[in-house]
């Protein structure tokens, strides 16, 4: 079946620590994204891939770094710097960017 | 001024009646708009795609666009239980070589029985 598919669905970082968030798509899309939701809030931009080997940062990309090796992965990274990453993480593609996105299941992030 | 705005809610209707969902945006040159629904502790889900002026319609749910007014509403006909979820409206802002896809805070509905 085509879908966005992330992992870990939960994960725990340590103070200092660096962890990774896996995201892959198998449905061709060009275009990714990662976007971060607390409680009762909504989606806030993290970075967006137009392409391969190209990403923008998003609203709220301090503490955070992605990269885009791969069409299908689009791994982002949530550096010792982002002092408060406890969140909901989701990941999302779309053929190009403007058309409707497709999200992944979301890893949620705590600190130990 | 946010660049997608909702009301956060909650919105109560009850059951069989219509629920009435409402975005109003700030880019005039918007061009692609989205309805998202999204269950307690889930990913968001595409439930409706409009692209142009008047109103679109799958199923129970209509999606009304007016880009003068730069607003765009969505609604759900014969509200079930099912339908209590949090519903997030996304327009696209930007010129083309720029465009990305902003979300609104979501508006939370709950159908009672």
């Known amino acids: 079946d085509g879908g966005i598919t992330q992992s870990p669905k939960y994960l725990f970082r340590k103070e200092g620590q660096n962890v990774t968030l896996s995201c892959e798509q198998n449905l061709n899309h060009d275009a990714m994204y990662w976007y971060r939701q607390d409680p009762g809030q909504g989606l806030r931009l993290i970075y967006y891939s137009q392409i391969v080997n190209d990403f923008q940062k998003g609203d709220i990309a301090e503490g955070y770094s992605v990269s885009r090796e791969k069409k299908e992965s689009f791994p982002l990274t949530v550096t010792s710097a982002q002092k408060n990453p406890t969140a909901f993480y989701l990941c999302a593609s779309s053929p190009i960017s403007n058309q409707p996105q497709h999200f992944g299941d979301g890893t949620r992030l705590s600190i130990l | 001024q946010k660049e997608v705005e909702q009301n956060s809610g909650p919105l109560s209707v009850p059951e069989g009646a219509i629920a009435s969902l409402n975005c109003t945006y700030s880019d005039r040159g918007s061009q692609s708009f989205f309805w998202y629904r999204q269950y307690s502790g889930k990913s968001p889900e595409l439930i409706m795609s409009?692209?142009?002026?008047g109103d679109k319609e799958d199923g129970r749910f209509t999606a009304q666009l007016n880009k003068a007014s730069q607003y765009v509403s969505l609604l759900i006909r014969d509200s079930q239980p099912s339908d209590s979820a949090t519903y997030l409206c996304a327009v696209n802002i930007g010129d083309s070589s720029a465009s990305k896809i902003i979300f609104g805070s979501g508006t939370r509905l709950s159908i009672r029985p």
């Open positions: 409009i692209y142009s002026n």
